[in-house]
């Protein structure tokens, strides 16, 4: 294991905003069952599994189903968001990405990706920085969700660089405790009050100064 430093990146309000697509496509899941589902609702599916998703959204409309309808309707929403995805351009990289993205490359640290997501391959293709990756790990690497470290570790190993030495992006509180696990270092997206248990916190990647991640990465 090298001891140089190295970068893992949550994808979902980190580096793309795709929360809004699963919205659509759980709105739109809820619209064919004959009722409504708010931004408001949506808010207790977040961090939420799929199929623990679609409990809640039934719940929420006071809807029974076979577990065979419920498996139709999972695939179905999958469908919806994914031809949401396929629009996606280069235009939906969060403020502040390229940035830190840029300033990395330039000083040679390897970066990852470290999502819960199946489709983050395809989200990074589709804004064009797939490439630019020095690894992935997606929802078919792993078995067990964040706040579980097990994503973090896997990006560790697949960048060949102790725990100990990587620094986590996360915009979610269970991702930042799945950081604090692994022993990483933890830079929260987002609301202080609610990311209180990262390492640093900044409201958005364009807060992220250049003299801070060389005093980071030294």
């Known amino acids: 294991m090298k001891n140089e ?5 949550d994808l979902d309000g980190v580096i793309v905003d795709t929360a809004k697509y699963h919205y659509l496509a759980w709105k739109n899941l809820a619209n064919s069952l004959g009722f409504d ?57 969060l403020p502040g990405v390229n940035k830190l993205l840029q300033f990395l490359e330039a000083n040679k640290i390897k970066f990852a990706l470290g999502s819960a997501s199946k489709n983050a391959p395809l989200i990074l293709e589709k804004v064009g920085l797939l490439k630019r990756f020095y690894a992935i790990v997606d929802g078919n690497d792993v078995t067990k969700a964040k706040p579980d470290p097990e994503v973090f570790l896997i990006g560790a190993k697949k960048l060949n660089t ?49 003299d801070f991640l060389q005093n980071l990465i030294n």
């Open 5 to 9: 430093k190295a970068f893992i990146f």
């Open 37 to 93: 589902f708010t931004e408001e609702q949506n808010e207790q599916l977040k961090g939420v599994s799929r199929v623990k998703s679609l409990e809640i959204l039934l719940g929420v409309g006071k809807v029974n189903l076979s577990e065979e309808k419920k498996e139709a309707l999972l695939k179905e929403k999958n469908k919806k968001y994914l031809a949401y995805v396929n629009t996606m351009t280069s235009a939906e990289i």
């Open 162 to 210: 102790a725990p100990e030495n990587c620094i986590v992006v996360e915009d979610a509180i269970a991702g930042i405790q799945a950081a604090n696990s692994a022993k990483m270092t933890s830079i929260g997206i987002g609301d202080k009050t609610v990311l209180s248990e990262a390492d640093y916190v900044f409201e958005s990647m364009n807060e992220i100064t250049s």
